[in-house]
Nanobody, 123 residues
Framework: VQLQAFGGGLVQAGDSLRLSCAAS????????MGWFRQAPGKEREFVST????????SYADSVKGRFTISRDNAKNTVYLQMNSLKPEDTAVYYCAASSQPILTVRTQAYPYWGQGTQVTVSS
């Protein structure tokens, strides 16, 4: 599966953004999807994940209550709605796909990655 993330940009603290990740192929619904982010000088970290049907999600504590992950299997797309953005949310955001049948926060469980989209939140 090939992934392409887009929707990033420069916003002010408190603003919202919606990231999208479009997947190629006809088997999108067979993948657990995840969003990760990497800030300059830091390791890539888990943000959120969603199961194959979209009925189960998980979030990092740092984004819980502010971010919402969703997917549209008919459109081969996963979304990340980001509200109440903070400067510490500034990072390159990556979408990723995992063939494992359960939700996982481990980057090693995701063999397929998009190219990343930059999100910059100014104070």
């Amino acid at each position: 599966v090939q992934l392409q993330a887009f929707g990033g940009g420069l916003v002010q603290a408190g603003d919202s953004l919606r990231l999208s990740c479009a997947a190629s192929g006809r088997t999108f619904s067979s993948y657990v999807m995840g969003w990760f982010r990497q800030a300059p000088g830091k390791e890539r970290e888990f943000v959120s994940t969603i199961n194959r049907s979209g009925g189960l999600t998980s979030y990092a504590d740092s984004v819980k209550g502010r971010f919402t992950i969703s997917r549209d299997n008919a459109k081969n797309t996963v979304y990340l709605q980001m509200n109440s953005l903070k400067p510490e949310d500034t990072a390159v955001y990556y979408c990723a796909a995992s063939s494992q049948p359960i939700l996982t926060v481990r980057t090693q469980a995701y063999p397929y990655w998009g190219q990343g989209t930059q999100v910059t939140v100014s104070s």
